[in-house]
């Protein structure tokens, strides 16, 4: 799987291409914490607009992140899942505690609102 | 009779890519539609990956897949590995139930086979290993 990082303001957008799986879902996050660190980012938007396949490895994955980002003040956000994707992450109740938006610019305008206020 | 695919794999996370395409191979057959092509995939992907990380710790050893048409739009797909088997079967079925100790497993991964077949069985005994039998019915466009 490639992942495309992109920093807009104090957010790292990962966007991920291709199939996430079991096999594929170590490297995945490994690429992920080190951007994070590398970035010193505060917010992270996983944007699954180019996901064709994605079993559930990818709920580990993202709740791993949302702990490891949990400890400090950060925000987190879905983006650009396709139905049978967000089906998975609705399974493990993924949505009760990460936001979800159709595009990373809505994401990214929601934390700056909420840095504002 | 006579459609029926047999198929034995290292059962090793590389191959998971492999199963389950070799499993949208075989169901594309009865012409699903794409969604249950994907829900099909997304079944054969965690009993595989299952196999592999639990039944055999990483380590590898075979993987047996079999497919067959239990009638003209309702497949079966069986997958069976040789390792340590499952001591609690209903305990390893619970949603969000994990032996991972680390963050990074979900424990979903019967869930997500239970909510995207029809139905499924599991027979497991401790060190001889474990078979997952699912089924589903197909909504095809000829069956209608």
Known sequence: MEIIFNVMGN??????????????????????????????????VFDFNKVTFM???GIGMILGRYRKMGEKDNNMAIVGCSKPIRNILNMAGVFSIIDYYNTAEEAVEVFDRKEVS | MGKELKVQLEGILENQGLARAIAAAYVSQADPTVEELTEVKTA?????????IHGYGMKGGTVNMEFAFTSKDTVMIKIMDKGVGIENIAMAMEPLYTTDTGQNR??????VMESF????????KPGEGTAVTMIKKLDTYYGI
């Open chain 1, 11 to 44: 957010t790292l957008i990962a966007e991920l291409l291709g199939e996430l799986d079991h096999h594929a879902a170590d490297s995945v996050r490994q690429r992920i914490d080190s951007a994070l660190d590398n970035y010193r980012a505060q917010n992270l």
């Open chain 1, 55 to 57: 079993d559930s490895s």
């Open chain 2, 44 to 52: 054969v992907s965690e009993a595989f990956s299952n196999a592999a």
């Open chain 2, 106 to 111: 979900s424990g979903m991964g019967f869930t």
């Open chain 2, 117 to 124: 077949m029809d139905r499924i069985k599991v027979d497991s």
